[in-house]
Each structure stands twice: as structure tokens, then as C-alpha cells.
């Protein structure tokens, strides 16, 4: 799948695009770790191309905000389709996720 | 070049490569290119290829007198594969025979020997005792045969005798010793790479073996703790099934008796994959079956069960579960909703369709999580049907999923069916949907249906 991020002072935004399905999951997991890896401590995950997400990418999701969080950081979700905030809805996860309608939103939201 | 002189190359080319196939097929050849240095492998080479340098030195071929061979290709060929130790023994075998048959050029010719096999050992260790590949194996070779017959001109008496020596042998000398090392080369660098082929095959294969045996593994433990039978209940009809998916998920579901009247109903979804999910099903559900006992409110087990869940999640672990408790008599559902697919309720009279959702989070995310419970009555002829998401994102190979609403048509269409019959004829659409995709997820169906008593 295609995985953009980007830069946006401390904060980075990663962007996927298609389904987040089981394998795709895989490989936006593994971005998500490399960057905090890497040192990232306030993220933002822009769904605004992704059209369907499994339990998987609720998953990676999850695993994600615990390790941000556990380092004083954030996962702020922003962009959210119809069916993707649905599932985060069945799940319960909209108590968990602060959840924006726009990137720009999330980041303004780091830097309060 | 003669024609003579040309037909006794070519034949001893023929040697060579008959010699090089042989030498590189036999096991202690095989050993040394894996690193299996051990003592009796160095002294089979060492033999091996001091007796090829012996059979360089007898088979040389005469050129104005003077003979031309490939004595030192031996000893270098057992450097470079073997080592020092088998480099230098080779040479010394090599080496020792060409000292004793004596000649003005006998001292030069056997220290080159000795030398051209003590070298190919440094090239060895300096390459990180690995074979250095075709072309520094020749470029080596050459090297090696220049310093031979610079050896002879430095040593041999006498220089005017020495240098035409030199003259007349120095081009085929390097020439043959050359392709000899192209020869044996090309077939060490060819039966390198068939072994790591063979290799990497041996390891996917033993890796495939290896992911087989634990889908095995968490298929038996999963469909081991599924209820192999549906408790009998009065005034209600109850089925249920799972169908695991290749990938095992963790799905189950779930029948705890609370009391006399009240039955506990539970069915769930790990999230996850293979054995840590069919594990993690294992613990939630023995973590609700704990928490449920004799315990007549739903919104309290599930906060219980989940506080334990909680406490021993991984990170990014979870599961969605859905709970309820019927009341046979009360003809009531209580139930709590932790993150799973709300189920559908389809009303036997006016055919309206409720969907079970409460305030709740899915399992093991956090501790202190609120579950909301509720009530429902379960009339004459309503359906109830719990599933997973397996079921509503069974996908096509277009990747168009099953979905609620064609779950929902299934359940209306066929409201008539007794609730085994409603859980075969929706595994059936499902899997007639999403026939020929493979299918990703477990599929996991539970149907309660309110007896018409009339």
C-alpha cells in the first residue's frame, strides 16, 4: 500500500492509502514503528484515503497509541470515512482516539 | 602454436575439467565450502590436491625443450577453497615431487609451488575465509605464475639459460595455469551457489512446515474450547457455528448457565492471528467464564473480565465480545456490548429490526472501561443473530463485502427457518458470496429464536 508522512514541525503526519486490511496493516505497522523508532512522539495518522479498515488496522491503531502514550505522546486520528469511523465506533475506540475532521486540526490540537 | 602443441592443451584441458568435476563433487569438498575445517577434511585436500599438482608436473607439455604445466594450480586451488594449512601441505606435496627430480630450475619451480599454495591460503583468510569468486581467482592465478617465473629468473643459474626459459614459457605457462583456475573456479563458484539455493529452499520449506504445524496448532486449541453442544432451553431455539478461517483468528462463542432460568450467552473476536490469538481467546474467554459465574448482572462481568483481559494484554491485543444473559422465564435479554458487532433483532410481528448497541469499548484496551448493559424482550418468533465481523466482510474477489444489509435481507427472507436452519443458510450465502476469494477471517454465527408456544 502506499504510505505517505510528512512533517509538520514535532509532529508527523502519516498518510495510507487503500484498504487496511490484514497485510497492509503489516506494512503500516511497520512505518508507524519506524517512526517512533526514530524518536516521534506526536503522530497523526490521516485516514483520508482509506476506504475500509479491519480489526487488524484497528490493531496497529491501538498498539500505536499505547506506545506513544506510554512516552508522554499521542496518536490523533484525523479524516475519518463513513466506514472507517463506524468501526472505530463498534470497537468502542472513539473513547479512546481523539479524532479530528482534518489533519490541520489534529496538529493545531498538538500544539496547545 | 603447433597443432600438436594445440591438441595436447586442449587434452589436458579435458583433464582438468574431468578432475575439477570430480575433485569438486566429493563430500569432503562439500564440507570445506560449508567451513567444516576440520583436521581430516584439510588432509583429504591436502592429498587431493597435492597429487593434482604431481599430475601438473608429469603431464606438462614440452615446449622448445622446456616443459610447460600446471603444477602450481593444485596447491592454489586448495588455498583458496581450504585454506593455509591445506594450501601450504598441497604445495609442499607439489613442491617436494618437482625438488627431487632436480633441474637447473628444480629450487625456483618447487618454492613457487610451495609459495602459490601458501598464497592462495592468505587470499582465503583475507576474504573472510570465503572462495574469492571466478575473477579474482584468475587475476590471482596469473599473479601467481608471473612471481613464479620471476622466481626463476632470480634464482636459477644460469640468468642467460633462465631468461630463455622465461621467454619460451612464460606466456603458456600463465595461459594454461589461467584457464585451469577458470575451470575449477567456475565449478566451485556454480556448486556454491546450488547450495545456497538448496538452501534457502530447505529453509522456506522448513518455514512452511513450521507456520502449517502452528495453524494446526491454534485451529486445535480454538475449536477445542468451542461448546460442542447448544444447551437446551426453554421456549427458545439456539445454533450457533464457527468457521475458522486458514489464518486461524480467534472467534468463540459461548453458553455459561447462571441459573435455573438464565443462560449466558457470549460470543467474541480476538483480534489477531495464529497461535497468540487463539491463546489470547483461551484467557478472555476463561477470564469471562470466571467473571460470569452466578452473577446475574452483564455491565459487572464484562467490566471483571475485562479488567483481567486488560491486565494481561499485549500491546494491541484486544478482543470485542459481546455478552448477554437470557431469561427463559422473563423472556428478557439482558446484554452488554464491549466493542463487537452489534447484533440484529428482528422483530416476529412487526418485522422491525433493532440493533443491540451499548456503551462499550472492546476488551483489554483499557482497565476501568464503562459497559453500559441493557434489556430487550425476546417475543414469540423474534430472531436474534450474533455474528462476527467475518461474516459481514466476508469480500468477493472484487473486494465488495457481504455486509449488514445483505446479512440483514438473509435473516428476513428466511425468518421461517428454525435458528440451525437461519445458521446454515447465512454460512451459505456467505461462503456462495465470497466463493473463490479465500477466506480471511473466521466466520462466527450465533441465532436465538423465540419459540411460537401457540
Redo the contacts between chains.
Keep these: 500500500m502506499k504510505i505517505d508522512d510528512k512533517s509538520s514541525g514535532d509532529v508527523k503526519i502519516v498518510s495510507p492509502a487503500g484498504r487496511l486490511d490484514a497485510s497492509s496493516s503489516e506494512e503500516l505497522k511497520a512505518r508507524m514503528e519506524g517512526l517512533i523508532g526514530d524518536g516521534c512522539r506526536k503522530m497523526v495518522l490521516n485516514f483520508d484515503g482509506v476506504e475500509y479498515i479491519s480489526s487488524s488496522g484497528l490493531r496497529v491503531m491501538l498498539a500505536s497509541l499505547k506506545q506513544l502514550r506510554k512516552t508522554g505522546g499521542d496518536l490523533k486520528l484525523a479524516s475519518l470515512k463513513p466506514y472507517v469511523r463506524e468501526t472505530f465506533e463498534i470497537a468502542g475506540f472513539t473513547q479512546l482516539f481523539e479524532i479530528y475532521d482534518g489533519e490541520d486540526e489534529a496538529v493545531a490540537e498538538f500544539g496547545k | 602454436m603447433s597443432g600438436a602443441l594445440l591438441l595436447a592443451l586442449i587434452d589436458k584441458i579435458c583433464v582438468i575439467v574431468v578432475a575439477a568435476y570430480l575433485i569438486t563433487r566429493t563430500s569432503r569438498f562439500s564440507e570445506v565450502l560449508d567451513g567444516k575445517l576440520t583436521a581430516k577434511n584439510q588432509a583429504a585436500l591436502v592429498l587431493i590436491f597435492g597429487a593434482f599438482s604431481v599430475f601438473g608436473t608429469v603431464s606438462g607439455v614440452e615446449i622448445a625443450g622446456v616443459i610447460a604445466n600446471v603444477r602450481d594450480l593444485g596447491p592454489m586451488i586448495g588455498g583458496l577453497v581450504g585454506g593455509p594449512l591445506v594450501g601450504l601441505g598441497a604445495g609442499l606435496i607439489g613442491g617436494g615431487y618437482r625438488y627431487i627430480l632436480g633441474g637447473f630450475t628444480g629450487l625456483p619451480c618447487s618454492i613457487a609451488t610451495v609459495l602459490a599454495g601458501a598464497f592462495g591460503g592468505a587470499v582465503y583468510l583475507l576474504n573472510r575465509q570465503r572462495f574469492v569468486g571466478i575473477r579474482g581467482a584468475v587475476i590471482f592465478s596469473v599473479f601467481v605464475e608471473s612471481f613464479h617465473m620471476l622466481l626463476v629468473l632470480l634464482i636459477s643459474d644460469p640468468y642467460s639459460e633462465a631468461l630463455m626459459v622465461v621467454r619460451e614459457t612464460g606466456i603458456p605457462m600463465i595461459a594454461s595455469n589461467a584457464i585451469g583456475m577458470l575451470i575449477f573456479a567456475f565449478m566451485i563458484s556454480n556448486l556454491i551457489k546450488e547450495r545456497e539455493t538448496k538452501e534457502e529452499r530447505d529453509e522456506y520449506l522448513a518455514e512452511l512446515e513450521r507456520k502449517k504445524t502452528e495453524l494446526n496448532i491454534a485451529r486445535e486449541i480454538q475449536e477445542s474450547f468451542l461448546p460442542e453442544t447448544v444447551p437446551p432451553l426453554k421456549g427458545f431455539d439456539l445454533a450457533a457455528k464457527s468457521l475458522p478461517a486458514k489464518?486461524v483468528g480467534g472467534d468463540f462463542y459461548d453458553f455459561i448457565p447462571i441459573s435455573k432460568d438464565e443462560m449466558g450467552l457470549v460470543i467474541a473476536?480476538v483480534?489477531?492471528?495464529s497461535v497468540p490469538a487463539a491463546l489470547f481467546m483461551v484467557l478472555s474467554r476463561a477470564m469471562v467464564k470466571a467473571s460470569a459465574a452466578k452473577n446475574p448482572s452483564v455491565s459487572e462481568v464484562a467490566k471483571r473480565a475485562n479488567d483481567l483481559i486488560a491486565a494481561d494484554a499485549k500491546?494491541?491485543?484486544?478482543v470485542?465480545l459481546f455478552y448477554a444473559i437470557l431469561d427463559q422465564k422473563a423472556r428478557t435479554l439482558r446484554y452488554v456490548n464491549?466493542?463487537?458487532?452489534?447484533p440484529l433483532v428482528l422483530n416476529g410481528e412487526t418485522g422491525n429490526l433493532t440493533l443491540l448497541k451499548t456503551?462499550?469499548?472492546?476488551m483489554g484496551?483499557?482497565d476501568d472501561?464503562e459497559m453500559e448493559e441493557r434489556e430487550i424482550g425476546i417475543g414469540e418468533g423474534d430472531l436474534v443473530v450474533f455474528y462476527t465481523?467475518g461474516v459481514t466482510?466476508a469480500s468477493d474477489d472484487g473486494?465488495y463485502q457481504f455486509g449488514v444489509e445483505r446479512l440483514v435481507e438473509t435473516v428476513k427472507k428466511n425468518s421461517h427457518l428454525s435458528a440451525a436452519g437461519l445458521v446454515e443458510k447465512i454460512t451459505g450465502e456467505v461462503l456462495a458470496f465470497s466463493k473463490g476469494a479465500p477466506q480471511?477471517?473466521d466466520i462466527t454465527l450465533m441465532v436465538l429464536k423465540g419459540e411460537r408456544t401457540r
Excluded: L, Y
Aim: charged share 25%; aromatic share 12%.
Design positions: 489464518e473476536d483480534s489477531g492471528k500491546s494491541g491485543m484486544f470485542t464491549a466493542g463487537h458487532n452489534p456503551r462499550g469499548i472492546a484496551v483499557m472501561a465481523d466482510e473486494f480471511f477471517d
